[in-house]
């Protein structure tokens, strides 16, 4: 993904079947934290401001939602996409 200084982007992950940790930044810190929230369906929706120019990556993971006492799959889904700030 590529954006200029002063850019917003925002990120959403479906809450349909899995339940999302982040995003966090990996890397320098070139984009700043606007605003973060989940709704009741446990979608997530974060959005960012670029501040500098460079290379880092937004990364997040999602576990399987499962029911108390049902067989649920053991797994980790990574996202990721790296960022270009110019």
């Known amino acids: 993904m590529h954006l200029r200084v002063g850019q917003r982007v925002q990120v959403v992950l479906s809450g ?3 339940q ?3 995003p966090r930044l990996v890397g320098p810190h070139l984009l700043r934290l ?3 929230a989940t ?3 446990g ?3 974060a959005s960012y401001v670029a501040v500098g120019a460079g290379r880092t990556t937004l990364e997040a993971s999602g576990a399987p939602k499962c029911s108390p006492g049902k067989a649920c799959p053991q797994f980790i889904l990574l996202w990721q996409v790296r960022v270009v700030v110019r």
Do not use: H, K
Request: aromatic share 6%; glycine share 20%; net charge positive.
């Open 39 to 41: 709704d009741g369906a």
């Open 16 to 18: 349909a079947t899995l």
């Open 34 to 36: 606007r605003g973060r």
């Open 20 to 22: 999302w940790s982040g």
């Open 43 to 45: 979608t997530l929706r």
